[in-house]
């Protein structure tokens, strides 16, 4: 069984820049892909970015890209996500998924909430104007 644990939320004025993390405990993560959702108050979970097991595919929602960037070091079992130019729309508690079901597919990269079954309890990002 898979454990996740985001870090690194917190709180940061507007077009400042966080990095949150994403630790897998218990069963190695490195052969999953991984990603990064968000749930904003009153508002349904929603995909932020993606990465395959391998590093070689992500995948980004529309309103992040080119100010979030997902990456993943397998030999610490971590997934990172930076996000920089923060936005007071960007506040959120954000979670952490990885896919089990499929392991070891070079570009496997799924968008969709329901493809994900290991998530993290969530770490809050809060982006004040």
């Known amino acids: 069984q898979v454990q996740l644990v985001e870090s690194g939320g917190g709180l940061v004025q507007a077009g400042g820049s966080l990095r949150v993390s994403c630790a897998a405990s218990?069963?190695?993560?490195?052969?999953?892909?991984m990603a990064w959702f968000r749930q904003a108050p009153g508002k349904e979970r929603e995909f932020v970015a993606a990465?395959?097991?391998?590093?070689?595919?992500?995948y980004y929602a529309d309103p992040v890209k080119g100010r979030f960037t997902i990456s993943r070091d397998n030999t610490k079992n971590t997934v990172y996500l930076q996000m920089n130019s923060l936005k007071p729309e960007d506040t959120a508690v954000y979670y952490c998924?990885?896919?089990?079901?499929?392991?070891?597919?070079?570009?496997?990269?799924?968008?969709?909430?329901?493809?994900?079954?290991?998530w993290g309890q969530g770490t809050q990002v809060t982006v004040s104007s």
């Open positions: 990465i395959s097991w391998s590093g070689a595919n992500t």
């Open positions: 218990g069963r190695t993560v490195n052969s999953y892909a």
């Open positions: 998924a990885a896919d089990s079901s499929v392991s070891g597919s070079y570009y496997y990269t799924p968008l969709k909430e329901w493809q994900y079954d290991c």
